[in-house]
């Protein structure tokens, strides 16, 4: 990234939310909700700041021109709080939700984020992260955007959070999803028109898949799924852990120590020990705390493969019957074998080597040799994109499209 134009698009970001109206109004909500609990104005995006941002933006991000055609409002943007359940236990979580200031029947854009450790970077919290500003003003083109926190942030955040766990993952964005059905039926001027749009990143690609795959065995769900965009996810956890083990060198070795804590805490027996090394196994079960950033999680590992893992793990992990506990729980929360139905579109960078091409290219193949028809799903590589390179252009790839597809059926 050309170094003095982000710093002119982040400045211009910086002003324009000065420049927002921010509140702290709590809105009465109907008691006789079965999601939502609570919703707190945040603040509000006038139309024209929007139209100033994203004109910056478009200096680094060109494609993002084409979204100014469709801007037509401001947002406001709330945190809401709703009941979901973990382990068959209420719990209380949290999101964000933006939508338009002008009157209308609107459909929802529910974008899964990716992969975070700390409690001050989740979208309810963080008003200073640049992709969740840009989500937060989609809005503006005629979208209700839905942004949870995930189990583990935001009004959850006294819990650990379940990692790349399917069931409470699912449960999370789809109650999240019926508390925003609750929060705009007490909406004057605002309606929802039930269709449902999915998109996320990284672990949140990883998420819309298994929110999308749930929403298509379920012909009772309240929405009307149109499309989903899944970008650089983790989708079969196996082939993610065979991908590492290949390696001499892995960039993260937090996402793989994240993983294994977070099924420990689901349940998992396998002793640490026997998959991770000294000293590095002694750490994992505290290093999560919600305070400590992938990076300084990292520092605290190490990249070399053959020193993160035991040698009888990177020996036997496919074959050890001590490691089948470890497989089984990968095979269990990767995405399920299905037929989308709906125009699926898997976006991923080439260059990527924290989520390889291969799990992208690997379900897309499933899909098509499943059945799925190559007009409703495809892939959309972006060429020489890292997986930090594709957040932004993924995300709006992924508007564009839904806003043909919406405009389309109008």
Known sequence: MNKKLFLLYFSLIVVAFISCDHMDDVEPVTPANDYLVDAELQFRISKTVIDLTIAAASAQ????????????????????????????????????????????????????????????????????????????????????????????????????????????????????????????????????????????????????????????????????????????????????????????????????????????KLGLETPVNTVFQAPYADKIETMFDGQTSGADLNAELTTTVSDLFTSEYLAGWDSDANYAPVIDMLHANSVPAFVPTVPTTLFYGTADTYVPPIVSEEKYEEFIEAGASTNLVQKIHLDGLDHQGGVLPSGVASILWFLELKNAAM
């Open 61 to 264: 991000y060109p494609e993002l021109s084409a979204v100014s055609d469709h801007i037509y409002s401001g947002v406001d943007v709330y945190k809401i709080t709703y009941k979901t359940t973990f382990n068959d236990n209420p719990v209380l979580a949290s999101g964000v939700v933006a939508i338009p200031d002008v009157d209308g029947d609107y459909p929802v854009l529910s974008y899964q984020n990716g992969t975070n450790t700390e409690h001050s970077k989740t979208p309810s919290v963080d008003s200073e992260n640049q992709l969740f500003k840009m989500l937060k003003m989609m809005g503006s083109t005629g979208f209700i955007i839905s942004l949870p926190d995930y189990l583990g942030f935001g009004e959850s955040d006294d819990m650990f959070h379940p990692y790349l766990h399917q069931e409470s993952t699912v449960q999370t964005v789809t109650d999240m999803l019926e508390a925003v059905r609750e929060f705009i039926d007490d909406k004057d001027g605002i309606s929802l028109n039930d269709d449902l749009y999915l998109a996320g990143y990284s672990q949140g690609g990883w998420a819309t898949m298994q929110v999308q795959q749930a929403i298509e065995a379920d012909a009772g769900f309240t929405y009307n799924l149109k499309a989903s965009a899944c970008s650089a996810g983790p989708y079969n956890l196996v082939t993610l852990n065979e991908y590492v083990v290949g390696l001499e060198d892995y960039p993260q070795p937090y996402f793989l120590a994240y993983i294994f804590n977070s099924y420990l």
